[in-house]
């Protein structure tokens, strides 16, 4: 059963601005903590933000400043908005929840390419 489901990726220019959604089950939202991870081709998985139930928010140096993590937690809802985009932000963005009971799901992807 899909219970991630990541979507507002495209193409932009540098400098420009997306913002990634990510929609998930009400079951596995509540008390979860919620994060965006990326992907580059020939690149590990990074991590890029993560947000708690009760909102706290963490970033890795390379995004910090340039990207903001949020949740909607009536929506079940996270949402990843990416202001200054570089050419090194392209990747296959991830969703990821992290449960109370210490379980993982992941979403499918959604890609982001910036380039001019």
């Known amino acids: 059963q899909v219970q991630l489901v990541e979507s507002g990726g495209g193409l932009v220019q540098p400098g420009g601005s997306l913002r990634l959604s990510c929609a998930a089950s009400g079951s596995i939202f509540s008390g979860s903590v919620m994060g965006w991870y990326r992907q580059a081709p020939g690149k590990e998985r990074g991590w890029v933000a993560d947000?708690?139930?009760?909102?706290?928010?963490r970033y890795p140096v390379s995004v910090k400043g340039r990207f903001t993590i949020s949740r909607d937690n009536a929506k079940n809802t996270v949402y990843l908005q990416m202001n200054s985009l570089k050419p090194e932000d392209t990747a296959v963005y991830y969703c990821?929840?992290?449960?109370?009971?210490?379980?993982?799901?992941w979403g499918q992807g959604t890609q982001v390419i910036v380039s001019s």
């Open positions: 947000i708690t139930s009760g909102g706290s928010t």
């Open positions: 990821k929840a992290y449960t109370l009971s210490r379980q993982e799901y």
